[in-house]
Nanobody, 127 residues
Framework: QVQLVESGGRSVQAGGSLTLSCTASEFTSSIKYMAWFRQAPGKEREGVAIIYTANGRPSYADSVKGRFALSQDKAKNTLSLQMNSLKVEDTAMYYC????????????????????WGQGTQVTVSS
């Protein structure tokens, strides 16, 4: 059972930067991809970014493309989300997730694709 622990969430002003970290209890070969999701009050949980563990290639939601950068450090079992030019609408609880499917149909942001989830870390962006 892989456990994911997020950290780094805090309050920040619009235009600022923040780095979220997700530490996995292990980076097993069964984990094929890891992602960040976020959920704002009253809204659906949405995918923010995904990274495929085999090649380290990330993909981003349109809402964060060009502002966020996702990277992995397998030696430290860590996934990092660098968030720049933060906007008020980025305010949400951010969750780390990991999936084990070798192939899947449809978009990467389907929640059912992810087997493991962290407890979340809160990001609040004020104007």
């Amino acid at each position: 059972q892989v456990q994911l622990v997020e950290s780094g969430g805090r309050s920040v002003q619009a235009g600022g930067s923040l780095t979220l970290s997700c530490t996995a209890s292990e980076f097993t070969s069964s984990i094929k991809y890891m992602a960040w999701f976020r959920q704002a009050p009253g809204k659906e949980r949405e995918g923010v970014a995904i990274i495929y563990t085999a090649n380290g290639r990330p993909s981003y939601a349109d809402s964060v493309k060009g502002r966020f950068a996702l990277s992995q450090d397998k030696a430290k079992n860590t996934l990092s989300l660098q968030m720049n030019s933060l906007k008020v609408e980025d305010t949400a609880m951010y969750y780390c997730a990991a999936g084990t499917r070798s192939v899947f149909n449809g978009g990467w942001d389907q929640r059912e694709l992810y087997r493991y989830w962290g407890q979340g870390t809160q990001v609040t962006v004020s104007s």
